[in-house]
């Protein structure tokens, strides 16, 4: 049971098995029942079960995240949306361990045969075993930003939304982002008509960092009235502050790009040579999740959604 958003860091930190996502949503369906919405548990593929709260074909805008926790071996998601060659050479970088491991796994088995189709098994196994291990391995233990900060700052967003102002938006859970954007897919397959129009507000890692950063993608960016319509969203605050990001390389890796009109949400910190980037995720060290982004990004949304 949870009485207040924040209780997810608290209560239901990991949520990866099936254990724990059930438990996650047997506490979230109570509370969200509590503020007055319809809540219901929509199943797709791979056993996907998003949570939609709300009306989710009559809404002019859906605020998203997705609640399922990563796996970990250890290797940081390090992501510089905005630096293509530093997200280049990093990409390089985890692709050349992942070939060290196979190369160390090949050569451990040679001094034991020098039969070379055992060896190179060996190098495969080891190799796209950590590939495996890093989306389907065991949970990462620390998860408080990706992607508890998502969720916590949807579920207030659902607690603050004027009574009036509710049929004006719905609030979608996705399950299985993890996996591949799973979640977010079979919703976007079973809300084609609805999806086609709406503009979908995708929470996802913002509980870290001072820099707050909208990515619409390469749909809305063509369309000039929605575009225009993001600018409202921007705003500052004595320490925070939320921008849009119209042009130019952005990687922002989330559910949002699953829809036409999807919008990434993401915080960052800012260093010189690098620009933004968010560097913690997927590793132990995913602690943080600053409560002053949670209520800086409620505040953004709901003026966003009441007064558009």
């Known amino acids: 049971m949870i009485t207040e958003p924040m209780d997810i860091l608290n209560f239901f930190p990991i949520r990866k098995s099936k254990k724990q996502k059930q438990a996650f949503r047997d506490a979230v369906i109570p509370y969200a029942e509590g503020l007055g919405y319809k809540v219901t548990v929509e199943k797709g593929s791979m056993g996907a079960q998003n949570i939609i709260i709300g009306n989710p074909d009559t809404a002019k805008y859906l605020v998203t995240a997705h609640y399922d926790t990563p796996a970990s071996i250890g290797l940081p998601n390090f992501i510089t949306p905005c630096n293509f060659p530093v997200f280049l050479i990093y990409q390089i970088l985890v692709v050349g361990v992942f070939f060290l491991a196979a190369f160390v796994a090949g050569l451990l088995v040679s001094f034991f045969t020098d039969d070379s189709l055992v060896i190179f098994w060996a190098a495969y196994i080891a190799y796209f075993g950590l590939l495996f291990l890093m989306m389907f391995g065991p949970a990462n233990r620390n998860n408080a930003n990706d992607n508890t900060s998502g969720v916590v700052t949807l579920l207030q967003i659902a607690a603050s939304i004027p009574q009036d102002k509710c049929d004006h938006v719905c609030f979608v859970l996705f399950d299985l982002e993890e996996a591949g954007l799973i979640g977010s897919a079979a919703y976007?397959?079973?809300?084609?008509?609805?999806?086609?129009?709406?503009?979908?507000?995708?929470?996802?890692?913002?509980?870290?960092?001072?820099?707050?950063?909208?990515?619409?993608?390469?749909?809305?960016?063509?369309?000039?009235?929605?575009?225009?319509?993001?600018?409202?969203?921007?705003t500052s605050g004595d320490k925070k502050q939320l921008r849009l990001h119209r042009k130019g390389f952005a990687y922002c890796p989330s559910?949002?790009?699953?829809?036409?009109?999807?919008?990434?949400?993401?915080?960052?910190?800012?260093?010189?040579?690098?620009?933004?980037?968010?560097?913690?995720?997927?590793?132990?060290?995913?602690?943080?999740?600053e409560e002053e982004n949670v209520l800086f990004l409620r505040d953004a949304l709901l003026r966003f959604i009441t007064e558009n």
Not at 197 to 209: A, F, M, P, S
Request: glycine share 8%.
């Open 255 to 289: 559910d949002h790009g699953n829809f036409p009109y999807g919008v990434g949400i993401m915080a960052f910190h800012r260093m010189k040579g690098i620009g933004i980037y968010c560097d913690r995720i997927h590793t132990w060290r995913d602690t943080i999740l």
């Open 188 to 234: 976007r397959k079973a809300h084609k008509a609805a999806t086609d129009k709406q503009i979908i507000l995708n929470l996802d890692c913002v509980g870290d960092g001072d820099e707050i950063v909208l990515f619409p993608t390469s749909k809305l960016r063509k369309d000039a009235s929605k575009l225009n319509l993001l600018e409202h969203l921007v």
